[in-house]
Structure formats: C-alpha cells, structure tokens
C-alpha cells in the first residue's frame, strides 16, 4: 500500500474555513478520483502552532505507485490549482509518497 501524505501550513486566520473546505469539498473531490482507497485528515500536535499558522497533514492510501502516478497525471494539477486559487498566499505545502511496510 501506498500513502500519499500532503502536509499544509495554513494561516491561523483562515484555518476553521480551510479545515470546513477540506473536509466538504476538496478531499471529496479527490476520492471522488477513484485513486484512493481511504484518507485522514490529521493536526500536527508537535511542534505546537505558532503564530504564523497551524500544520495539519493529509494522508491518502492507493493501492500501488502506478495508480499514484495517474492520479498526479490526470488528476492533481486540476485538484491543486482550486486549493492555490482559493488559498493563495496563505499556505505552504509539500507532498511525500511512503509505503507501507507489512
């Protein structure tokens, strides 16, 4: 199994209407994909937010490299461009891909 985890500090200001966007909108839109097998949506507890944002991680599970790749592809640049349009200025993110060891 692979997790594809995308890790995003959002300004305190607009972090309660980015967590409502997330949550009813964007990770929706991206199971909606058919990539993914489950998502969570996770706050960072460690380091504590500071005032410049709060960090929360997002992890989504495929099945294999090849369906994450796809989706990347064809989907996320789509996906992305909404978040970057929406929340432009008042984020930083950066995606990594682990595998699961069993």
Known sequence: M??????VKIERSIHGDWVDWMRNVHIP??????????NKLMRLLEPP????????AIQYACNNIEALRRYQEEEAPALQAKHSERYD???FAFRTILKVME
């Open 49 to 56: 937010a500071d005032e410049e944002g709060i960090t929360y």
């Open 89 to 91: 200025g008042k984020f």
């Open 29 to 38: 839109e991206v199971m909606a994909t058919g990539f993914f097998t489950s």
């Open 2 to 7: 692979i997790i594809y985890n995308v890790t």
